[in-house]
């Protein structure tokens, strides 16, 4: 963890959710009741549970080659598993294992507002710790082992309305790529704004993908530029070291890539460190 501690930081970073998490393929025996045993195991630290819709396959199109080298045909598939996603949350709501029959994703998130950002030194830990528990819990069960398809890490960051920016004539203020010239003067200033942007992560390990959207917030109704950065790829294989590596790697490429896409004014604001 050493070369973490070489990272860019922040005092006070816009972060309020982020994600480690591990697809596999599809465990051909898992059903419902599985949920409510697993549960079980791990219910003294995520006492509460919720129940939502899965998330699609979002797998990664090989780094060798173009991002869009491989065109997007319609696919017939035949599902056999749950279409279930249960939420297994701690006390306070702001730690919480996704799982479903092809992913787990250990998130940390604000509820408040005023919950301190707990740095990877914290979360990975936790995800390592909830992996082990759910791998052992497969071997209970005689489920097998999970075979690991990719690793991803979320950051998502809210950027709020009087913080290094009040229209969107400021966005070059917040980001650098952002220039917001036209090229005869007809458009006047952008009503709302998103985009998103793809970058190849070192050694070919996968990819930085970065999303803007401006948004207004349902806790509070304030208006915010949802910045959210997924690094995502395959680890060299699912051995649980392979796993680790590939999660530091990750959180290396969105921090120094948050780093980069933001402006040295906005680092003033979140109190840059190093």
Same mark, same amino acid.
């Given at each position: 963890?050493?070369?973490?501690?070489?990272?860019?930081?922040f005092?006070?970073?816009?972060?309020?959710?982020?994600?480690?998490?591990?697809?596999?393929?599809? /465990?051909?025996?898992?059903?419902?009741?599985?949920?409510?045993?697993?549960?079980?195991?791990?219910?003294?630290?995520?006492?509460?549970?919720?129940?939502?819709? #899965?998330?699609?396959p979002?797998?990664?199109?090989?780094?060798?080659? #173009?991002?869009?080298? @491989?065109?997007?045909?319609?696919?017939?598939?035949?599902?056999?598993?749950?279409?279930?996603?249960?939420?297994?949350?701690?006390?306070?709501?702001?730690? /919480?294992?996704?799982?479903?029959?092809?992913r787990?994703?250990?998130?940390?998130?604000?509820?408040?507002?005023?919950?301190?950002?707990?740095?990877?030194?914290?979360?990975?830990?936790?995800?390592?710790?909830?992996?082990?528990?759910?791998?052992?819990?497969?071997?209970?069960?005689?489920?097998?082992?999970?075979?690991? @398809?990719q690793?991803?890490?979320?950051?998502?960051?809210?950027?709020?309305?009087?913080?290094?920016?009040?229209?969107?004539?400021?966005?070059?203020?917040?980001? #650098?790529?952002?220039?917001?010239?036209? %090229? %005869?003067?007809?458009?006047?200033?952008?009503?709302?704004?998103?985009?998103?942007? %793809?970058?190849?992560?070192?050694e070919? @390990?996968?990819?930085?993908?970065?999303?803007?959207?401006?948004?207004?917030?349902?806790s509070?109704?304030?208006?915010?530029?949802?910045?959210?950065?997924?690094?995502?790829?395959?680890?060299?294989?699912?051995?649980?070291?392979?796993?680790?590596?590939?999660?530091?790697?990750? $959180?290396?490429?969105?921090?120094?890539?948050?780093?980069?896409?933001? %402006?040295?004014?906005?680092?003033?604001?979140?109190? $840059?460190?190093?």
């Amino acid at each position: 963890m050493e070369l973490m501690d070489r990272l860019p930081d922040f005092e006070n970073p816009p972060v309020i959710e982020t994600a480690l998490g591990v697809r596999f393929a599809p /465990l051909d025996r898992w059903s419902i009741p599985y949920f409510g045993l697993f549960w079980n195991t791990i219910k003294e630290r995520y006492p509460y549970a919720e129940v939502n819709p #899965p998330l699609a396959p979002d797998p990664e199109i090989g780094t060798g080659g #173009p991002l869009f080298g @491989k065109p997007d045909f319609p696919r017939l598939e035949i599902v056999s598993s749950p279409p279930v996603r249960c939420w297994f949350l701690n006390e306070s709501k702001t730690e /919480l294992i996704q799982l479903q029959n092809d992913r787990l994703i250990h998130n940390w998130r604000k509820v408040s507002g005023s919950e301190p950002y707990p740095h990877h030194e914290t979360t990975r830990p936790a995800f390592e710790r909830d992996w082990k528990v759910f791998c052992e819990f497969l071997s209970s069960q005689d489920l097998g082992t999970p075979s690991v @398809k990719q690793c991803e890490v979320t950051y998502v960051n809210h950027i709020d309305r009087g913080q290094g920016w009040e229209s969107f004539n400021d966005l070059p203020k917040v980001f #650098p790529c952002w220039a917001g010239a036209t %090229s %005869s003067g007809f458009l006047p200033s952008p009503e709302s704004v998103s985009f998103q942007t %793809s970058y190849l992560m070192p050694e070919g @390990k996968g990819r930085l993908h970065i999303v803007l959207v401006h948004a207004i917030r349902q806790s509070d109704a304030k208006e915010t530029l949802q910045l959210t950065l997924v690094a995502r790829g395959n680890p060299v294989s699912g051995a649980l070291p392979n796993l680790l590596e590939w999660l530091d790697a990750g $959180r290396e490429s969105i921090v120094r890539g948050f780093t980069d896409f933001t %402006s040295d004014n906005m680092h003033r604001i979140w109190r $840059r460190i190093r």
